[in-house]
Structures are given as structure tokens and as C-alpha cells.
């Protein structure tokens, strides 16, 4: 049950990007989002791993940019 509640909470995550780019979302909601995309396997879909990839980036840059002008410099969790 709990991965579908994975899979339901990363597409809700996914939706918000979609709508409003990745400074859409929270600090905290960008960390889950991260590990939600981390965790599910595209490895049999190469256009789908390279955009997992690229999503990972934009995360971890928004991330820092977040820390930068909140001073937050280190990560929660």
C-alpha cells in the first residue's frame, strides 16, 4: 500500500511542477519530491530516465537556492 501512496504523492508533486515549475513548491516538498523520483526505476525507458535526470537537477539547484537566500545551508533531512 505504501507504494502506491509513494506513487500517488509523486505524481500530485510532479503535477505542481508542471503547473508551476520546481520554486512551485516547499523546501520540504522538493526533498520528498527528490527522493519519490530517486526511488522509481526508469531504467527500461531512456527519454524517461534522461528527463528523471534533469528533474533531479533542476530539484538540487532549487534546493541550494533555496538554502541560499534563507540561509539555510544545510539539509533537513
Request: proline share 1%.
Amino acid at each position: 500500500m505504501s507504494d502506491s501512496n509513494d506513487d500517488l504523492e509523486r505524481l500530485q508533486l510532479l503535477d505542481i511542477v508542471a503547473q508551476r515549475g520546481v520554486k512551485g513548491l516547499t523546501r520540504v516538498q522538493l526533498e520528498r519530491l527528490q527522493i519519490l523520483v530517486e526511488q522509481k526505476d526508469y531504467s527500461n525507458n531512456p527519454k524517461a530516465q534522461k528527463s528523471k535526470m534533469k528533474l533531479l537537477s533542476q530539484i538540487a539547484i532549487t534546493i541550494y537556492d533555496y538554502d541560499e537566500k534563507f540561509g539555510n545551508s544545510f539539509k533537513i533531512s
